[in-house]
């Protein structure tokens, strides 16, 4: 028995076989095919290169931890941790961290001291200058013993130049060099002292390590990402009390929520790819069940089942599938390496070699597309009526039907989210999807029908009338066209106006005067005075922010503590002070998501998002801070979104200002200072010496650099996706020109010559393409609207120009190919098209 399914297996097969061969010969199934291998070829093509941009991002992002492990412990980490990292063959490097007065001649300035070992630092990134007007350099050492790097602020306040001895404790250290970029600083910059750099060769002789010197001890680790994998999962439940071991997740959240954006742009030319090609493989499969009805009515007159058929069928799509995913995985590598000799001039650096994940996901989903869509015809063509032999009978609806339109919106569905991994974004471009198609279905009905009712007017032309007695008499047919032209035109758009609108609008974002410097640790008997000199310098405009130092305390009456929380995050913030402050109004780069925004009278609050759901907070809960040592009780009256690319001052939590104003308060602003400037700076710490200048221009530079490589990735994309749109808008047409061809015969037999179905096409063309233009433009803005607010958190700018685009696009596209076709159908004899479709 066993052997008999096998054999019956096989059998259906080579049946499949066969019918592949045979199908393939006679040209049925060259659209299809044409269509998969570009759908395939978008997806892995796309999926190649978003895997290795993301792994050079990601690469590039090490630099923000110094290593691709990082870990943090409040005392000294223990030489077993230290040996096994090296045991799994990684490089490492140790840092310890801890505040200390400098000393120079011009008298004592507090520093955030940073001793870091011979091997610091494991990735390249941090730079400095090594004299006085000379460029800035990539440090491929640790400072030697007895040498010092610093910050520039350091200079200015100690009156120090490089080559000068700065004192530490019990050392007296040659200051070397001056760092202009440290990318692991690693903390909150608020509360960071100007940065010297030593080494821990010279840490002994110091004497800083002392009782309550408040250090913080540090392993960073580099190497390969299976030998990091390894040593993380052999450490992570080795961790004690006071460790952690730190992620590019923990970034800073400016830079986090640009890559974040970043790799969104890129899943979002991907979907757009998906969208494309399920699109031009449901119009070819239609067009492959209606050239194949009589024949398989032929079929089931000569006594084949309907399962005998379908399973034929599935045969010769699966081996289909496989074979046109094959070559559509191959052509995809193939462009996939001319993007990437382009982009990678973009990166400067060696893009890391692909995995074979886009590969098999590419593979897939050609099956998932073909097979998903496939099923229509599958089961159509599995229950044709014999009775289709005899007269040209349109098969009615049935719930065969309807299953085989919902597997395919089913794995249209999974395939993007697949793609994707998104869920947001996939549902917002699914959903403005299918609505849009929903619509164009609903908005075609309704111009037809007004149309038809043009047709009537005695005024009308005669031509006209014609062109529309055409519409009106293929009104489902034509429905059908004026949707499927719609889609494929409204992706058109939606890679058009992702290549301008949201990438300029994510561009604004970061603007070219965004803030890159800060001022902190301002004393309130300065506010006045340094807004006051701001102000002449026309630097800042609104009042400094005040900061107040608070730890929560309880949540709803009840005490809070790291144990009861299962986030490391959650445990950390638990445990940590936050940075509070007031403002009469909602912040530029704030975004109130649920609630209301605070009563400068009441004692409320609103927290940042991100960290509310971190801790499990909501709008109505009762916190308690402790204050400088008195308990402030305040009820969460709503929850923000924050830009922090904005580089705006933003915090994770303003309280109303009856709360607040009467508590020690330091101040701090940002301000956008142009390069030709920045001496301004000098001065200022000159005047009030105990202000912390923190430039952050040169991390400005790194989110802008990140932002110009992705769109530009972003816009090579768009070539090959267009490509594949294009292939859609010419299977809308080939799908009906058998119709077409029909048609044209029996009209020409009825007497009407080649110029007046020339001429009736023609308009019937141009009513079609500004029909689906009009529809396309619609769906492609209000998509990209949902998009912008939704999941990108841009600001979307409504203009003109994609309307008058989208029925541009719609009366070219309809016009060239509905005249190429009807070339064809007015050169075939109507003699020869009847017996051909008889």
């Known amino acids: 028995m066993v052997g008999l399914r096998r054999a019956g297996w096989l059998s259906g097969f080579g049946q499949g076989y066969r019918s592949l061969i045979r199908d393939w010969r006679s040209g049925e199934l060259r659209m299809i095919v044409m269509a998969l291998i570009v759908a395939v070829a978008a997806i892995s093509s796309v999926g190649f290169l978003t895997d290795r941009v993301s792994q050079a991002l990601g690469r590039n992002t090490t630099q923000m931890l110094g290593g691709d492990l990082a870990l943090e412990a409040d005392s000294p980490i223990s030489t077993q941790i230290k040996s096994q990292a090296t045991d799994f063959g990684l490089r490492v490097a140790q840092t310890v961290s801890f505040p200390s007065m400098a000393s120079a001649q011009a008298g004592l300035k507090l520093a955030s001291v940073k001793a870091v070992s011979p091997d610091y630092p494991l990735v390249p990134g941090l730079t400095l200058r090594t004299s006085a007007n000379g460029p800035s350099e990539i440090a491929s050492a640790a400072p030697a013993s007895g040498q010092a790097w610093v ?52 840490l002994d002789a110091s004497g800083l390590l ?28 080795r961790l004690e009390r006071g460790q952690r071991l730190k992620s590019i997740d923990e970034a800073r959240p400016e830079i986090r929520s640009s890559l974040q954006r970043a790799q969104q742009f890129l899943l979002l030319v991907a979907l757009l790819a998906v969208m494309i090609a399920a699109v031009a493989v449901a119009l070819a499969t239609r067009r492959f069940q209606l050239r194949h009805q009589n024949g398989f009515a032929v079929m089931r007159c000569l006594g084949g089942s309907a399962s005998q058929l379908r399973g034929l069928l599935c045969s010769e799509f699966v081996l289909l599938a496989a074979c046109a995913s094959s070559i559509g995985v191959v052509v995809g590598y193939a462009v996939h390496l001319l993007l990437v000799m382009t982009i990678a001039s973009v990166f400067n650096t060696v893009l890391p070699s692909a995995s074979w994940g886009p590969a098999l996901q590419g593979a897939i989903a050609g099956l998932i597309l073909l097979l998903g869509f496939a099923l229509a015809p599958l089961f159509e063509l599995g229950r044709v009526s014999p009775a289709r032999v005899l007269r040209d009978q ?95 035109l409204m992706v058109l758009l939606l890679l058009t106006i992702t290549r301008t609108d949201l990438l300029q609008g994510w561009q604004n974002t970061v603007p070219a005067d965004a803030p890159n410097t800060f001022l902190i640790n301002i004393q309130p008997d300065q506010a006045n005075d340094v807004q006051a000199m701001l102000r002449e310098q026309g630097l800042v405009n609104e009042a400094l922010a005040p900061m107040i130092r608070g730890r929560l305390v309880a949540i709803n009456g009840s005490a809070v503590g790291p144990d009861q929380f299962e986030s ?138 990140i932002l110009d490589q992705v769109i530009r990735a972003v816009q090579i994309l768009f070539v090959f996706t267009l490509l594949a749109g294009v292939l859609v808008l010419a299977t809308a047409f080939f799908a009906t020109r058998e119709e077409r061809l029909h048609e044209v015969a029996v009209l020409r037999m009825l007497g009407a010559n080649a110029g007046q179905l020339r001429r009736s096409m023609r308009i019937e063309l141009l009513l079609l393409g500004g029909l689906s233009g009009l529809l396309a433009a619609a769906g492609a803005v209000s998509v990209a609207a949902l998009l912008a607010h939704y999941v990108l958190s841009i600001d979307f700018i409504f203009s003109w120009w994609p309307w008058a685009l989208g029925v541009g696009l719609g009366l070219l596209a309809t016009l060239l190919a509905g005249l190429l076709a009807l070339r064809g159908i007015l050169n075939t004899p109507p003699l020869s098209s009847l017996r051909v479709l008889a």
């Open 210 to 237: 002392g009782l309550g010197s408040r250090a913080r001890y540090g392993l960073l680790a580099a190497g390969s990402p299976s030998d990091v994998e390894a040593f993380q999962a052999w450490l992570t439940p």
């Open 394 to 488: 349109a098969p009615r609806f049935s719930s065969y039907r309807s299953l085989a339109y919902l597997s395919g919106l089913s794995a249209f569905v999974g395939l993007t989210y697949w793609v994707s991994g998104d869920a947001r974004l996939t549902f917002t471009v699914v959903g403005g999807f299918l609505a849009a198609l929903v619509l164009f279905v609903a908005l075609s009905w309704l111009g037809l029908w007004l149309l038809e009712r043009l047709r009537h007017y005695a005024g009308a032309p005669s031509i006209l009338r014609f062109a529309l007695a055409g519409l009106a008499r293929r009104r489902s047919l034509t429905v059908a066209q004026v949707s499927a032209l719609s889609l494929g």
């Open 568 to 705: 490391g995050r959650a445990r950390r913030l638990s445990e940590r002070e936050f940075n509070l402050s007031y403002r009469d109004n909602l912040p530029d780069s704030n975004r109130i998501v649920s609630g209301q925004w605070l009563d400068p009278a009441k004692a409320e609050v609103s927290l940042e998002d991100e960290v509310a759901q971190t801790l499990g907070l909501k709008v109505g809960d009762q916190l308690q801070f402790d204050i400088a040592g008195e308990l402030v009780n305040v009820r969460v009256t709503s929850l923000r979104e924050v830009k922090w690319d904005s580089f705006d001052v933003n915090f994770f939590a303003l309280m109303s200002e009856s709360v607040l104003a009467d508590k020690p308060a330091s101040y701090l602003t940002s301000f956008y200072l142009p390069p030709a400037r920045a001496g301004l700076m000098q001065e200022l710490v000159q005047a009030f010496p105990n202000i912390t200048v923190f430039d952050v221009g040169v991390m400005l530079a790194q989110v802008q650099r």
């Open 151 to 202: 910050d520039p602020q350091i200079l200015g306040l100690l009156n120090l130049n490089i080559g000068d001895e700065v004192g530490l404790g019990n050392l007296q250290l040659t200051i070397a060099g001056v760092i202009t970029y440290e990318p692991d600083r690693g903390v909150q910059f608020v509360n960071v002292a100007p940065r010297i750099m030593m080494s821990t060769l010279d």
